[in-house]
């Protein structure tokens, strides 16, 4: 079924030694992203009313809700890049901030690539920023172009990418973060419809061919039901969850039969009037 | 070629109607002086050609006081932005003063410059750099600064240090800004070399341009003029070649 039958390529685990040791405990037991009693605000605006959530090791987990509902917030929190106001995170066990940090990479919703660097640069940045030499960091990156179908493009500057292949870019950086975790802001949300599609079956055989544990933002029903195992359905500021789906057959492919499957309707609908009472 | 030509073409009826106006004394007229003040065209490029070692020498001394200004002007710039934009204290307690730096009158502190420092060299460059300091250092800061918020959160989940986001992001970033101030600042570092040799100097154009003026040499004044025009726009126009080679990516290129 995978479009990507080799070994994965990029082993979700630190690189260098002097990192904390995030990725092996989490594959050790226990879920990867743990939030509980989760409480956050701006001043005297609420943002996140409450919010529990255990995400299992290599699980993909939808988070859907109205826009300004605060999931880019959530991604933040998660991140380690802000601080609850009230409960507690934990990524792969560490709830220090720069613990949070060291287990996740972020891929927000605009591809900010360099246009200074080559794809194969902006893919290797992490690589680049863990210590490795750019030759170095490029040969650990360009498997993954061949295999992700953007062989020939390594050399091209992102100008002279479409907004797609961009986007493809983009995701192969956040990936070779070799980061356990996954944070995806509306990665799709700037691209038409047509390219969208394309780029969540792409993201599909890259996550069959790379498993991580994705926590994925998105005000895209179809999106978060084909991409998740389990979807989340938050409602308006305060956020809090009004619904919780399991999907039967997250990533199937070909994704044109299982989106259109009355599966997958069935749970469209649900999800749509979860958001609809929640955006009351 | 329609970008030679046009400026081309602009400069040239330009300089053939004050060419004509001249011959026929309708300037001199207009402003009721001797018509042998206001030289026509020809009469300056006559100049340029028969002063040509008088004013090579001088535009030597110039060319050199604005490199040379505008290039500790470039480091200093770079020097004072970068702690500015790394520190919010010393932003805040020094932005004020960058800014006060430019009221300070030129024409009337050069005199006092040239006290303390002599006749030579030090004077015309403290003043060219304090003139070309304030847009590099403005610009640079901006572009710093303007780094999209986005891009330094992912950067640090990217497991970017301090260092390396300042390296990889917010220093390339930066470059087409400091080439806009950069840009601004060799344009006016000509005026500035001309200042500083008007308040003491015995050589430079500015010098030149201050005994021809006494002796009522106007043609020759003019071709200093025309000298200091020609290197503000050489001057230009290399910070933009250079500009293309090395932040390609800035706004203007496409």
Known sequence: MSKFPEA???????FSASRPDTGRRIAGGGAAVAIDGLRHSYGDLEVIARLDLAVRPREVVGVLGPSGCGKSTLLELIAGLQEPEAGAIAVGGERAPAGRLAGCAYMPQRDLLLPWLTAIDNAALALRNQGRGRDDARRLAAP?????GLEGFERSRPRELSSGMRQCVAFLRTLLAAKPVLLLDEPFGALDAITRGEMQEWVAGALDFEPRTVVLVTHDVEEALYLCDRVLVLCARPARVVAELVTPAPRAAPRMAAVTSPEFSADRERALRALLEGAR | MSRVLAPLG???????????????DLLAGALNIEPFLIPAPSEIATALWEDRELLAADAWVTLGEVVLGFGLA????????VPLHLSRPLRQALYPLLVASQTVPIIVVA???????GFGIGPKLAIIALICFFPIT???LDGLRSVDPDLAKMMRTLDASRWQLFRRVEAPTALPYFFSGAKIAVAVAVIGAVFGEWSGSDSGLGHLMLQASAQLLTARLFAAVVILSAFAIGLFWLLSALEHKVAWWGPRAT
Do not use: H, M, S, Y
């Open chain 1, 144 to 148: 993954l172009f061949g295999r992700f």
């Open chain 2, 74 to 81: 470039a480091v200093a710039g770079v020097l004072f932005a």
């Open chain 2, 10 to 24: 602009i400069v040239c009826t330009l300089v053939g109607a004050w060419e004509l106006a001249a011959r026929w």
């Open chain 2, 138 to 140: 403005v610009n640079t």
């Open chain 2, 111 to 117: 005199p006092i410059l040239v006290v303390w420092f």
């Open chain 1, 8 to 14: 994965p390529v990029v082993e979700p685990q630190p």
